[in-house]
């Protein structure tokens, strides 16, 4: 098998057209119209095509291409990636670039693959109704003919009752038009109809949310989403604050443990409601080491000070003996809104796992359903509960983080502050606890 042949098409098309400066190749996105017109679109494609080919299959950059992804995954800007990987400026490597096209030599790979006899004479069968009706209506909706989809997902409904794929497609529709209450109505009855997407389930969760839902109805939905996929991080993660908000602060720990990567931006609101979630539990020797990393992640004068406040209580209850856990005196300042909005930088400590913000735009993936075996969790071996100690009270001034998450990610596809935090955190705080809810 032969991997990186010459597109003849491709290179064509870089033959008889200027050449984008790869400073604008880089900053291409969906919304750019090198993306979507198609009189502009031929060469980013083709020059996009021919930058990958070079870096992956030239001698001179495939040694490092491994690192110039990495790099590129945890955040960090291309520019920035080629010059701490290569040594480069975007200007060099664009001039690499027109040589490598322009040369003599052009590499490929290849790859010695014994080929099944099911891969070169595959069995042909006609697709269900379903999946072909599916596809037919996919497709009018990925090419923006809203009229002809809707019409397709309800005839689908209507043929088949008893199944929640047409109702998917029907909230997706609805999400574009942004209906908030179209995409509850068709989501809860794709979730009624037996869903199998984990991802259908945790946009349902959001939708609740932003239709004002208290986080206590969404708890069973991003449960649901977790059993269907247990190693979904961002639904565990999303669970795991709705947990921290209705006071179950071991269950909202033991969510918060199954995130293994985290979004820069979001590191201070998670390391910090994880402290938080950990003092109300009395689990003292692991409070101090998340409080310490909300406050290496922390940006803004709000979260700095918010995560200091959370580390001085903690030091002072360690060190102070005659002084009662009543709370902290002095006047400090509980964090707003802002709290959890973090700045898109890229950290070069190795404490946190973090990623790239490469979420894209709401699509409900009808992704297989998981194996009955892999969603099975015994009883038994489930880690032993933790008693919330209710009656040691809590330092005043130290927030609840539920509602500082609310704002930045309890709605992760809206991207935009709460504006009304005190009505959407559904937090019951105890007496004398101070804080934003």
């Not at 996009?48 to 030239?58: C, E, G, P």
């Not at 919330?388 to 983080?401: F, K, L, M, Y």
Request: with cysteine.
């Amino acid at each position: 098998m032969e991997i990186g042949a010459l597109i003849p098409g491709r290179f064509q098309v870089l033959q008889q057209n200027q050449w984008l400066p790869l400073e604008t190749l880089l900053a291409v996105d969906q919304n750019s119209p090198y993306y979507n017109e198609r009189d502009r679109a031929g060469v980013f494609y083709a020059e996009s095509w021919a930058l990958i080919h070079m870096l992956n299959l030239s001698k001179p950059y495939r040694p490092e291409y491994g690192k110039f992804v990495t790099a590129i995954v945890s955040g960090l800007p291309a520019a920035n990636a080629f010059w701490q990987v290569y040594a480069k400026t975007t200007a060099m490597v664009q001039k690499d670039l027109e040589q490598y096209l322009s040369g003599s030599s052009f590499y490929a790979m290849f790859f010695n693959i014994k080929v099944q006899k099911s891969d070169e004479e595959p069995d042909i069968e006609p697709a269900p109704p379903l999946e072909s009706g599916m596809v037919q209506a996919d497709l009018f909706a990925l090419t923006d003919k809203k009229e002809e989809a809707a019409e397709k997902y309800e005839s689908l409904a209507k043929q088949f009752p008893k199944k929640w794929e047409p109702e998917a497609g029907l909230a997706e529709l609805a999400l574009r038009a942004k209906s908030i209450e179209g995409a509850r109505r068709h989501l809860a009855r794709a979730a009624e109809l037996g869903a199998t997407t984990p991802r259908l389930y945790y946009e349902y969760a959001t939708i609740l949310h932003e239709a004002g839902e208290k986080d206590a109805a969404l708890v069973p939905v991003l449960k649901k989403a977790v059993e269907l996929d247990p190693d979904y991080e961002e639904a565990h993660r999303y669970l795991a604050f709705c947990l921290l908000a209705t006071e179950d602060y071991q269950d909202a720990v033991e969510h918060f443990s199954k995130a293994k990567k985290i979004k820069r931006e979001e590191a201070f609101a998670y390391y910090y409601a994880l402290a938080y979630a950990n003092y109300r539990l009395d689990q003292r020797d692991v409070i101090k080491k998340s409080a310490e990393a909300a406050r290496k992640f922390a940006r803004t004068p709000e979260q700095i000070a918010t995560a200091e406040e959370m580390l001085r209580a903690v030091s002072q209850e360690q060190t102070a003996t005659v002084v009662q856990r009543i709370g902290l005196a002095g006047d400090l300042t509980p964090p707003t809104e802002q709290t959890a909005l973090v700045p898109r930088t890229v950290s070069k400590e190795p404490a946190a796992c973090v990623q790239a913000d490469d979420e894209q735009g709401r699509r409900l993936a009808r992704r297989p359903e998981v194996p009955e075996d892999a969603r099975d969790k015994r009883e038994d071996q489930q880690p032993k509960r933790l008693v919330p100690n209710r009656s040691a009270g809590i330092p005043r001034n130290v927030a609840c983080p539920a509602a500082a998450y609310i704002c930045s990610g309890h709605a992760p596809t809206s991207g935009l502050p709460c504006q009304n935090r005190a009505s959407a955190c559904g937090h019951r705080p105890e007496a004398g606890v101070v804080g934003p809810c």
